[in-house]
Nanobody, 126 residues
Framework: QVHLAESGGGFVQTGGSAKLSCEAS??????????MAWFRQAPGKDREFVAA????????LYADSVKGRFTISRDNRQNMLYLQMSTLKADDTAIYYC?????????????????WGQGTQVTVSS
């Protein structure tokens, strides 16, 4: 069993910053061998890719909508994934999910991801 638990969501003012965390755990889950990603789902919309990071953290991939504003990172010693978000907009309001992928390529296709967290709500308003 693999458990992914997101935290750090809440209410943020437009233009502000927030940092999301995702803690990974499982008796046989070796976090450092998995690519990780963040997705989000806004009200009434499909879930969309936000950012991904390779197993060692050396490669990242971002959606155009967040490039330059969001930074994905990970700490393999702590089994933690992070998403630093800045210059937040109302359009960033969504439930944010972390996900794990056993593949070697960074992809934005949610079908490629094997495990998902329950999500954390981020609401951006003025």
């Amino acid at each position: 069993q693999v458990h992914l638990a997101e935290s750090g969501g809440g209410f943020v003012q437009t233009g502000g910053s927030a940092k999301l965390s995702c803690e990974a755990s499982g008796p046989t889950f070796v976090f450092s061998l998995w690519a990780m990603a963040w997705f989000r789902q806004a009200p009434g919309k499909d879930r969309e890719f936000v950012a991904a990071i390779s197993w060692a953290g050396g490669r990242t991939l971002y959606a155009d909508s967040v490039k330059g504003r969001f930074t994905i990172s990970r700490d393999n010693r702590q089994n933690m994934l992070y998403l630093q978000m800045s210059t937040l907009k109302a359009d960033d309001t969504a439930i944010y999910y972390c996900a794990a992928d056993s593949g070697s390529e960074l992809v934005g296709n949610e079908q490629e991801y094997d495990y998902w967290g329950q999500g954390t709500q981020v609401t951006v308003s003025s």
